[in-house]
């Protein structure tokens, strides 16, 4: 037995996965089993490997060595993508035998098909699936999450998020990026653009598209479309909505936790609760542009087969594995600014801002730090229902405590006057 096994410790986000958990401060209080398809490939790619460590070979595709290798351990740390191809054995395996799950998907039509294939399997066998767990969407999970708590669990309104990301694009996320594209029913993928798709109970209408976002009302700070807006707005819906259906059970059941598989969470976002996530650009010109090509490239990737083979072509020739050094040079500043849904609305500020590369140091520490808050902290009351959940249904602030204590990451929430107040500013006016 290990506690956590992390498949797919030779792709390129699982090598850094793996390095981080092996090197980790609290490496003495777990075990950690690596798998990968080929151990000779594993044991050369510099990996810091002793007899401590379990070694894996293993065929993603092959369900019943899956499974096996699922049996053996607390929780699977999953960077095998797409995950439309090869994560749902993965899956399957740990609601089935009752095994904690993490990964660092971004494919919200995956998510879906695993919500209604698995999600009730894993409640009664109390397994807790995680998606999503690396800069999808872990970022845009924790600013609602904070937000609701800084004022003081009112019901919140409009949310919205300023995403600034300097770093590569991994030719796993190109892969995972193109093929919720070229193999994804197409019913399927629109579906899963719906709000509240992911949802067990429906929320307020998310705001129209537009050429030009602002942070808030009056705010200089503006921006186009963010790439993965869909995908975190999906993952933040599920998160207010799992919180509103325990709000609404706990209430039927009478009152709460003591009433049989019921665990209400006070932390409920509120009917009308929206969020919108934005990439700043600077000027308003520059977000309309943004906007409008980011908006073209969805629309014919989705409809016109042609357009997504060259686009595939494209992208895999220009697309390499940068060097490890140059990964320190990324960065990551996520601005959120939440309003109250009051008649004089409060604003609560989230800045999140990561040193490293985001998709692949950034998200490591996230999806590391997640499974190990499985392992070893105390979760919120949703956790013990198991299911598939969301960041901080699951994990909650026992995550972001770790992501505090971390070193890259830094993570400051404060009430403000307007959008563009500082938060620091505001913290030591309080």
Request: aromatic share 6%; net charge neutral.
């Amino acid at each position: 037995m290990v506690d956590i096994l992390l498949i797919g410790a030779t792709g390129f986000c699982g090598r850094h996965a793996a390095r981080y958990i092996l090197e980790h401060p609290q490496r003495s209080k777990f075990t950690v089993g690596l798998a990968a398809r080929s151990r000779s490939k594993l044991l050369s790619i510099g990996l810091p490997v002793d007899d401590t460590v379990q070694i894996f070979e293993l065929d993603i595709l092959d369900e019943r060595a899956v499974e096996s290798a699922v049996k053996q351990a607390k929780v699977v740390l999953n960077c095998v993508g797409p995950f439309w191809h090869y994560g749902t054995p993965v899956v399957l395996a740990c609601a089935r035998n009752g095994i904690h799950y993490v990964d660092i998907t971004g494919e919200t039509p995956w998510i879906l098909d695993i919500i209604r294939k698995f999600d009730y399997l894993a409640t009664k066998t109390h397994a807790i699936i995680v998606p999503s767990c690396g800069i999808d969407s872990v970022p845009a999970d924790i600013s609602v999450h904070l937000a609701s708590q800084t004022l003081a669990h009112a019901p919140l309104g409009t949310s919205t998020t300023s995403a600034a990301l300097h770093g590569g694009v991994p030719t796993g996320t190109i892969a995972s990026f193109l093929a919720v594209f070229e193999d994804v029913p197409l019913h399927l993928l629109l579906f899963s653009a719906h709000d509240w798709s992911l949802s067990p109970v429906p929320g307020a209408r998310s705001p129209r598209p537009a050429l030009v976002y602002r942070l808030g009302p009056g705010s200089r700070e503006v921006g186009g479309v963010a790439v993965f807006n869909r995908v975190n707005r999906a993952l933040v819906q599920r998160t207010a909505g799992l919180r509103e259906y325990a709000r609404r059970e706990a209430r039927l059941c009478g009152g709460g936790a003591g009433a049989a598989g019921c665990s209400g969470d006070p932390a409920c976002y509120g009917p009308a609760f929206t969020y919108t996530e934005f990439m700043p650009t600077g000027n308003a010109v520059s977000a309309c542009v943004l906007s409008s090509v980011i908006g073209l490239v969805f629309a014919t990737l989705t409809f016109i087969a042609p357009v997504r083979w060259v686009f595939k072509r494209l992208m895999m020739l220009t697309s390499s594995v940068p060097a490890d050094h140059t990964l320190e040079r990324g960065r990551m500043k996520y601005v959120n600014v939440t309003a109250s849904d009051e008649p004089s609305p409060r604003y609560a500020k989230t800045v999140i801002k990561g040193r490293g590369d985001p998709g692949t140091l950034l998200t490591a520490v996230m999806v590391v730090e997640s499974a190990l808050t499985l392992l070893l902290d105390e979760l919120p009351p949703l956790a013990a229902r198991g299911g598939v959940l969301t960041p901080m249904t699951a994990l909650g602030d026992g995550l972001i405590r770790r992501l505090r204590a971390n070193g890259r990451i830094e993570i400051e929430t404060a009430v403000v006057g307007s959008p563009d107040d500082d938060v620091e500013e505001s913290k030591k006016t309080r």
